[in-house]
């Protein structure tokens, strides 16, 4: 009912910056915490910051606090995730998910619906 759309990943050096965008097809997008969450080649989904729905809020994973910052922008529907000082363990599929709720864990417990996703490749 809901789709989610990611861009901006790319193949980028350590210390550059990306800014990931991530879409909302449809109604109610301000209706949802926005997350982003990552994946690892062989390694399992792992939670990346999170936006409440008016974004006054927002939580980050220790890994990133200090160099990436979400935002949203609810009159178009998009969620970002800027990404600075980025290094070779960033490098991920970065996936957009809308949530319940967001919680310090920043677990996929509330996650309704998710993006396909979009490659971050930093090299060293």
């Known amino acids: 009912q809901v789709r989610l759309v990611e861009s901006g990943g790319g193949l980028v050096q350590a210390g550059d910056s990306l800014k990931l965008s991530c879409v909302a097809s449809?109604?109610?997008?301000?209706?949802?915490?926005m997350g982003w969450f990552r994946q690892a080649p062989g390694k399992g989904r792992e939670g990346v910051s999170c936006?409440?729905?008016?974004?006054?809020?927002?939580k980050y994973a220790d890994s990133v606090k200090g160099r990436f910052s979400i935002s949203r922008d609810n009159g178009k529907n998009t969620v970002y995730l800027q990404m600075n000082s980025l290094k070779p363990e960033d490098t991920a599929t970065y996936l957009c998910?809308?949530?319940?709720?967001?919680?310090?864990?920043?677990?996929?417990?509330?996650?309704?619906?998710w993006g396909k996703g979009t490659l971050v490749t930093v090299s060293s």
């Open positions: 998910a809308a949530s319940r709720f967001c919680v310090p864990e920043l677990d996929d417990s509330g996650v309704v619906f």
């Open positions: 449809g109604r109610d997008f301000s209706s949802y915490a």
């Open positions: 936006v409440s729905r008016s974004g006054g809020n927002t």
